[in-house]
């Protein structure tokens, strides 16, 4: 997850390098390449393989897992991140063949996808009961849009500071 959350802040800051002068943002987004690069080789992909094959023996270990409603719910969600993991690595390769789509907006705001996955599975295991069920998309459906709307401010007070 901490692979996740880095590499989409280092995205952020590759694109807001278009912004820095010729010089500067050639060696920035060279640097920023190096990152992305080996903390996804190094670090996000090997703990990525590492998790899911976890995941598979646990279930491999106690089949009775896959009849529970909450671990289905749960492994939507994985399945779900593992998707968002993909498309980091299509966002690294854009960026690195100079495909700048996303602003650092889209970017910010696609950094939190990850927190609601990281929340949501959290919550589908601590909360497994069906009143809970209720509560917790409730309060997962309030967290998305708080989230989303601290990144909106933080975009408001960003741009009237400059």
């Not at 996804?40 to 646990?58: F, K, Q, Y």
């Not at 980091?88 to 700048?100: A, E, N, S, V, Y």
Request: glycine share 4%; charged share 15%.
């Amino acid at each position: 997850m901490a692979g996740l959350f880095y590499i989409v802040r280092l995205f952020i800051y590759h694109t807001e390098a278009n912004e820095r002068p010729e010089a500067e943002r050639q060696i920035l987004q060279r640097q920023f390449e190096l990152m992305e690069s080996k903390l996804w080789n190094i670090i996000t992909t090997p703990a990525m393989v590492l998790a899911v094959l976890a995941g598979l023996g646990m279930i491999y270990l106690n089949p009775a897992l896959l009849e529970m409603d909450w671990m289905l719910v749960k492994l939507g969600f994985v399945l779900g991140l593992l998707v968002y993991h993909f498309l980091c690595q299509r966002i690294m390769h854009q960026l690195r063949r100079g495909d700048f789509s996303l602003s650092s907006t889209q970017l910010r705001i696609w950094n939190e996808v990850a927190t609601i996955f990281l929340v949501a599975i959290v919550f589908t295991v601590v909360l497994k009961s069906a009143i809970d069920w209720i509560y917790g998309l409730i309060g997962l459906i309030l967290f998305s849009i708080l989230i989303m709307s601290v990144v909106k401010i933080y975009k408001y007070y960003r741009q009237r500071s400059q």
